[in-house]
């Protein structure tokens, strides 16, 4: 079973753009301040490259493993997927604590939030034990239901937003933007996150430059609501935590039409849970194709990752300063540099040589 590249879009467009409105508004605003649009644009520009890249390198229509066992041989192709799939549980560390914190204070802020959260990580152990493969069905019910979230919580929010709050451009300077750039590393690894994927889709003629085109597109749509954020919070909005939740509160219209807004939320959150659990998958994927094992294997290490992933976030006390300090602190090189050199390396070798077939 294979995805398909209209699955691949699907993802870059419109799946990988929700995964980035819980924390990351407010930690920007608090370093780039009205400027917060800068580096989030750089951020898009160089993780559009990167798409490309990993893009191009599915022409191959091999798996990252068998690519790297072709050169290195087994043992070394084992160690260098081992080395990536610790790559992608360290970057699952963000996105696992925003889960847990969205949980606990939009939908159950009166119940202990361990158990709240604990289901999360049963549905993700069973989710990480599937094919890899099989998140192409999920993302062809997720996109809908991001593109119906986003826009709904933007029409609610965009007649409140005064976009003069942004400007004067340039009022941060270069150290607002080189913080805002450094401290968003965490959420920008969706090149690293289709790796997993490279050899399960099979490769259309321009595909590499289309999905490059789709994320930038959903990143567009990512600014303008990063933009209608600060405009509805300015001065604030370094406190505004789960803005996505909050943004629509201020519509005049739901004094007449309920709290309708939660249709949106849901949306969003339910998008937000699988997104979550796709770097835990990925890593379970990278190593399970290391190994000629039997069907057991994938549900073991999805419940040996899932297991491991829960102790140290409960060793954090899924504090988000903690662990944002841990992933993006004095090591937040670790993202760009292992996720863009990795890839790089990939096309080097192997993206110039002809198509496998």
């Keep these: 079973m294979k995805l398909g590249s209209r699955q691949i879009l699907f993802f870059l467009a419109a799946v990988a753009p929700v995964g980035k409105l819980i924390l990351l508004p407010p930690q920007l605003a608090a370093v780039a301040g009205n400027d917060l649009l800068f580096p989030i644009l750089a951020q898009l520009l160089v993780q559009a490259a990167l798409v490309f890249c990993v893009l191009l390198l ?11 066992e072709g050169s290195i041989g087994g043992i070394g192709a084992k160690i260098v997927t081992w080395a990536l799939a610790l790559f992608l549980l360290y970057a699952s560390f963000m996105p696992l604590v925003e889960q847990k914190l969205l949980v606990q204070s939009i939908f159950y802020d009166t119940i202990p939030s361990y158990i709240v959260f604990a289901p999360f990580f049963l549905l993700a152990a069973y ?3 599937r094919p890899l493969a099989y998140t192409g069905r999920i993302w062809d ?3 809908p239901l991001a593109i119906f979230g986003m826009a709904g919580i933007l029409l609610f929010s965009v007649g409140e937003a005064d976009y003069g709050a942004l400007l004067p451009v340039g009022a941060a300077g270069l150290p607002g933007f080189s913080g805002g750039v450094m401290r968003t590393f965490a959420w920008f690894f969706d090149a690293a996150l289709l790796l997993p994927l490279v050899g399960r889709f099979d490769y259309k003629k321009g595909l590499a430059w289309k999905g490059a085109v789709c994320y930038l597109a959903g990143g567009a749509v990512l600014l303008f609501f990063l933009a209608t954020f ?10 505004q935590v789960f803005a996505f939740a909050k943004m629509s509160h201020f519509f005049a219209g739901l004094t ?6 939660y249709l949106f939320i849901f949306a969003l959150a339910f998008v937000i849970v699988f997104y979550a659990a796709l770097p ?6 990278l190593v399970t194709d290391g190994f000629s094992a039997g069907k057991w294997l994938p549900a073991l290490l999805s419940v040996g990752a899932n297991g491991v992933l829960l102790a140290l976030l409960l060793l954090f006390n899924f504090d988000a300063d903690n662990t944002l300090s841990a992933v993006t602190g004095n090591v937040f090189w670790l993202l760009p540099a292992i996720g863009a050199a990795f890839i790089l390396l990939l096309l080097l070798f192997y993206g110039r ?3 496998e077939n």
């Design 280 to 285: 835990v998958h990925g890593a379970v994927q």
């Design 353 to 355: 040589r002809r198509h």
């Design 141 to 143: 019910i997720l996109a």
């Design 58 to 68: 599915s022409r191959r229509e091999r798996t990252v493993y068998a690519l790297l």
């Design 230 to 239: 600060y405009g509805v919070f300015a001065d604030i909005s370094v406190i």
């Design 256 to 261: 007449v039409l309920g709290r309708i807004d």
């Design 127 to 129: 989710l990480c034990s």
